[in-house]
């Protein structure tokens, strides 16, 4: 047991003591005053008034001298401070990767469509990944600036509304917990076929994991005007825009704020058209991650491939890591024994560069024979593309055909060395930015072009 001395503080044994001296003289002093009170009643007299108070004792003057020491009373030990509420400041640097479905099947694979075990392989490595999935609900909070986001995230969606998201990739969402969004439209919900049913989506609904936003009414591109005037056009893009919010809104009783452009196919006027019906977010298919400086109106995909993975592997890289997957990752700042790179890239990795259309290049000659048919690759924003290989150089190069419309660019190379039995795919994610602003400034030219001063 601990010391009886140490159960106290200071300031409250003091004041102990002091108690212990007063409770004997109060008790005391009370029982004289009660005697003589009875004595009085019992004589039918009525009290006198009280004489003055006798001398204080040499103990009663101690007592005094105690309790007039205004010291002993105050706390000598420093109170613990509560701790303020820190203020909230929102982190800018998150970094979001949007994953876009399609339809699904128990086996096989098509293009839009992803089997069951790729897709339960796949939701797999996001998991071991530790990188977690939010819903879209919190990056529209982010945006908003009342609500931080892990500094990497994944938001998943599944457009058209076929029944395979339920039958194939439901349950294993359901049991990983992993939140997503479906995008329907009006003309396939509920039909039969393969159209999901009302029962199906509010099964889904129901466990807070599914949510569900618009996918316009007939899932025409809202870009081709089809030889209508500018009335006729306006008039049409409202009926996409507001019929279907409605339609959903009715039939599931929940707001419609997210909208993703079928195809991916919008402009200007369509995705401000979106925000005024009431769409609060709007999904494109770019192929490029969602950072604070995204507008809400252009919020970009990857689309996920069945039989290709590399735009998978392209989504999962952050920040210039190698992306997850099946294939090996070659980071783009790699080096050799000497210290010196091991894909030479023009743009560097990580540069910012004035030029909107700029031509990509890669000097794969450091990492030994390659397999000239296996090298493909992937820009953010444009899809699969087309490079030039020279297998005698191993120099990869791309002219990048329409200017870029954001800030920074995305590129995955992926390729198979020769020497590797049996080959191995392996992936390295190239990332540089454009100075958007500098773009539009007059070329000066260059010094080396620029006649000499006299």
């Not at 395979?164 to 003309?187: C, D, Q, S």
Request: with cysteine.
């Amino acid at each position: 047991m601990p010391d009886s001395a140490t159960v106290f503080t200071a300031p409250a044994r003091r004041l102990l003591a002091a108690l212990l001296l007063i409770l004997p003289l109060a008790t005391s002093s009370c029982d004289r005053i009660k005697q003589k009170l009875d004595r009085l009643a019992a004589a039918g007299q009525q009290a006198p008034a009280p004489a003055a108070e006798p001398p204080l004792t040499e103990e009663e003057k101690q007592i005094n001298a105690t309790l007039d020491n205004h010291a002993l009373f105050d706390p000598t030990d420093t109170p613990a401070e509560v701790p303020k509420a820190e203020a909230f400041e929102l982190n800018k640097a998150s970094v979001v990767s949007i994953l876009g479905y399609h339809d699904f099947k128990e086996r096989g694979g098509e293009a839009m469509v992803i089997s069951e075990t790729k897709f339960r392989e796949q939701m797999q490595f996001i998991k071991d990944s530790n990188i977690p999935v939010i819903p879209l609900n919190d990056v529209l909070a982010w945006k908003k600036g009342t609500k931080n986001i892990p500094e990497e995230s994944f938001v998943i969606t599944m457009d058209d509304g076929w029944e395979g998201v339920y039958k194939h990739a439901w349950p294993i969402l359901k049991e990983h917990r992993f939140p997503f969004t479906i995008y329907l439209y009006k003309k396939y919900v509920n039909i039969g076929g393969r159209s999901l049913s009302w029962a199906q989506i509010k099964e889904m609904m129901d466990s807070g994991l599914c949510t569900v936003g618009s996918h316009s009414v007939s899932h025409d591109s809202m870009t081709a005007r089809k030889g209508r005037t500018d009335e006729a056009y306006a008039a049409y893009l409202d009926t996409e825009l507001k019929d279907s919010k409605v339609f959903l809104e009715q039939n599931l009783n929940v707001p419609m704020t997210s909208f993703a452009y079928p195809y991916g196919n919008y402009n200007t006027q369509i995705r401000d058209m979106g925000i005024a019906s009431g769409y609060e977010t709007l999904l494109t298919v770019n192929g490029s991650k969602v950072t604070w400086d995204t507008h809400l109106g252009d919020l970009g995909r990857f689309i996920i491939h069945g039989v290709n993975d590399s735009v998978f592997r392209l989504a999962t890289s952050f920040r210039g890591r190698g992306g997850l997957g099946t294939s090996k990752m070659l980071l783009a700042t790699a080096v050799n024994d000497q210290g010196q790179p091991l894909v030479k890239l023009t743009p560097r990795m990580g540069s910012t560069i004035p030029d909107r259309t700029p031509r990509l290049a890669a000097d794969l000659s450091g990492l030994g024979p390659i397999v000239p048919d296996s090298v493909k690759m992937h820009i953010a924003g444009l899809g699969s593309v087309t490079p030039v290989y020279d297998a005698a150089t191993q120099l990869l190069s791309y002219q990048i055909p329409h200017r870029i419309r954001r800030d920074h660019c995305e590129v995955s190379i992926t390729f198979s060395r020769a020497n590797v039995t049996p080959p191995v795919p392996e992936t390295l994610v190239w990332q540089f930015k454009i100075d958007l602003a500098a773009s539009y400034l007059p070329r000066l030219p260059s010094p080396a072009n620029q006649e000499p001063q006299p």
